[in-house]
Structures are given as C-alpha cells and as structure tokens.
C-alpha cells in the first residue's frame, strides 16, 4: 500500500507519543482531518498503517547513519533523538505492545533491527579490515541500550554507551 506521506507523518506521531493501543483508527482520522471510511481506504488496517510508519521511519533512520563509523553511529542517534524524542525504540515499544501477535509488526521490527545489525557489522568490518560478530553484536546491545536509557537519562547514557563502544573497537584493534 502507498499510503499519503502526511498520513504517515500524522499516525507516526501518535503511534510514538500514545503508543499503538492506544492510537485508535478514530483518533488518527480526527488527526488527519478525514472520515474514518476514507482512513481504512487510504491505510487498510491499524497493523498495515503501522507496518509503513514503521518502514518509514526505518528509512529515515538509516539515511542519517548510513557508511558511518561507530563514533558517528552514536552521534547521529544524538541528533535523532534531539529532532524525534527520547520515548525509547518505536519499533521494540509497538511490538511489546502488540505481544508478536501481529505479523505485519513482527516484521517491520525483525527486518529493522537485521538492518542494523548489518549495518554495524559492515562498521566494525570497514574499521578492523575483519568480521568480528561478537564486537557488532556487542556494539549494537550498546547502541539500543542508548536509545532506551535515553529516555530517562537524556542524552548523557548516548555518550556513555559511544565510549563504552569506541574502548571495545580499541580493544579489537589491538587484539
């Protein structure tokens, strides 16, 4: 479905600020100025219109932080979270919400953090000159633990998580 980017803009804000339960089809169309007939046209489903926040806001995401370093990973979450909000990871808070219950969701979270974990891998890699699985996995603990800290501790826990990821790279470098 090719929903209308200001829709999208508008669902994503609430899904973010209220949460998915409680974002009702009602609520987003009063939001969006429109019947609730002409939302379930141009969206389908609550779960379909999540889904392309979610696939939205992937794409968002990884246009700040793509072919970065790990320093830079952490820098451009500053900057996400200063221009988006600290309220935690969408996409983990929509799913624990949903319980997994819903495909359409189970999806856009699994392939959202795949991406990543790819893109760290590809991180350390660039920056080794070697695959080393278990530093991109211990990076990427390090940068979601961030975004949740984030939320109760500012942007303070993303600087202490950058440091904590740059001595584990240092680490690996001279190993």
């Known amino acids: 479905m090719d929903t209308n980017p200001a829709l ?8 973010y600020e209220h949460g998915y339960l409680a974002t ?12 609730s007939r002409t939302l379930y046209k141009h ?8 889904g392309e926040v979610l696939a939205a806001r992937d794409r968002r995401f990884f246009e700040q932080v ?9 820098d451009a979450l500053a900057g996400w979270i200063a221009s988006e909000g600290a309220r935690g990871c969408m996409f983990l808070r929509i799913l624990g919400e949903t319980g997994g219950a819903e495909p359409t969701i189970v999806a856009a979270v699994g392939a959202h953090k795949a991406r990543l974990r790819e893109h760290v891998a590809r991180i350390v890699r660039t920056d080794l ?10 990076i990427v603990l390090l940068f979601e633990g961030a975004v949740a800290a984030s ?3 500012g942007a303070a826990s993303i600087e202490v998580a950058c440091g904590a990821a ?4 240092t680490a690996a470098r001279s190993a």
């Open 43 to 50: 969206a389908g489903s609550k779960a379909a219109l999540v």
């Open 151 to 153: 939320a109760w501790q």
């Open 8 to 15: 999208l803009a508008i669902a994503e804000r609430l899904f």
């Open 66 to 74: 793509d072919g970065l370093d790990v320093r830079a990973l952490f």
């Open 24 to 35: 009702n089809m009602d609520s987003l169309a009063r939001a969006a100025n429109m019947s």
């Open 129 to 138: 000159g070697r695959a080393d699985e278990v530093l991109a996995a211990r």
């Open 166 to 169: 740059d001595e584990l790279v």
